[in-house]
Nanobody, 126 residues
């Protein structure tokens, strides 16, 4: 079992940047990790994820603007978000897969691949 706590959300103007953090209570080195978001009235969508094997996958909507990274020493997942747009406004969630589990490229942005979820952090772009 692992607990996830997101931070770093806030309100920014279009074109601005934010860095989201997801602090995990345990080892993330052998877990698939991902960032999801949910805008009002819309379904939750996967936007960027990294497999325990190290490969990543991102949604077309964030291509060239967002970057995912892991700090194994701190058991923390990051999402660097640049050139933010109003359509990026959403609640952002961190998710973790089972320890030692694997996830394929096709599974990375599918919420069914993840067992643990944080409470979310709000990002508002105006």
């Amino acid at each position: 079992h692992v607990q996830l706590v997101e931070s770093g959300g806030g309100s920014v103007q279009a074109g601005g940047s934010l860095r989201l953090s997801c602090a995990a209570s345990g080892d993330i080195s052998r877990r698939c990790m991902g960032w999801f978001r949910q805008a009002p009235g819309k379904e939750r969508e996967g936007i960027y994820a990294i497999a325990n094997a190290g490969f990543t996958r991102y949604a077309d909507s964030v291509k060239g603007r967002f970057t995912i990274s892991k700090d194994y020493a701190k058991n923390t997942l990051y999402l660097e978000m640049n050139s933010l747009k109003p359509e990026d406004t959403a609640m952002y969630y961190c998710a973790a897969g089972s320890y030692g589990g694997t996830c394929s490229y096709g599974q990375l942005l599918n919420e069914n691949a993840y067992n643990y979820w944080g409470q979310g952090t709000q990002v508002t772009v105006s």
